[in-house]
């Protein structure tokens, strides 16, 4: 059973669309994670979210992307204005207070037409 | 910056046989490193991570070497099962709580 749970599993939209995914724990963690993995490329680190606010990000992670856990619980990332290359599988992942085991979710497939 | 590349993209073994999967991390402060396991449409799944203190780490079926001296990371599945198949990733960790990880190698088991 995967650690975190994230919808939508798959969206399709068009170029400048708002888009927003979520990931829910299974149980209460602090860390969490978004990475993402263009098809057929490598996993890359997006940022890390701590105690309700960023502690890492990468240089992908650019004004066009955003992260919150709005009710505590929920945790979202948010990318305002869609672009082509933003076509990807999206990960949350949880993790812990020291660099350790790093626990991913499935996923959710962005398209973006 | 940091790097973590595979050796080899694609590797078949026969069932029952055993696998390594080799990986190189150029980042000599890396001192965190994890095996992952990735299966068609799925999220990476852990499999086993090992600190730079250590060289070597079991689990079950499983084992991490770290050759720090040639930045060097290798997997060894024993008995490797047809449910073993899958693309492997090493990822490495230096400071903070980012990961870097390898392109993967692509482990298919012939039954």
């Known amino acids: 059973e995967p650690e975190v749970t994230q919808t939508p599993s798959h969206q399709v939209t068009q170029m400048g669309q708002e888009v927003i995914l979520r990931c829910v724990p299974i149980?209460?963690?602090?860390?969490f994670y978004w990475y993402r993995q263009i098809l057929g490329q490598k996993v890359e680190f997006l940022v890390s979210f701590y105690n309700n606010e960023i502690s890492e990000k990468s240089e992908i992670f650019d004004d066009q992307f955003s992260v919150e856990r709005p009710d505590g619980s929920n945790f979202t990332l948010k990318i305002r204005s869609t672009k082509l290359e933003d076509s990807a599988m999206y990960f949350c992942a949880r993790g812990a207070a020291v660099p350790g085991e790093l626990f991913f979710g499935e996923g959710s497939r962005l398209t973006v037409l | 910056g940091e790097s973590v590349g595979l050796h080899l993209p694609t590797l078949s073994v026969q069932e029952g046989d055993n696998s390594i999967i080799n990986c190189a991390y150029s980042n000599s402060a890396s001192d965190y490193f994890i095996w992952y396991k990735q299966e068609s449409g799925k999220g990476p799944q852990f499999i086993i991570d090992?600190?730079?203190?250590?060289d070597k780490r079991q689990g079950q079926r499983v084992t991490v070497l770290l050759n720090k001296t040639v930045k060097h990371l290798s997997l060894q599945i024993a008995a490797t099962q047809p449910g073993d198949s899958a693309v492997y990733f090493c990822a490495e960790n230096a400071a903070g709580n980012q990961f870097y990880f390898g392109t993967g190698t692509s482990l298919t088991v012939i039954p």
């Open positions: 090992i600190r730079s203190n250590m």
């Open positions: 149980s209460n963690h602090l860390y």
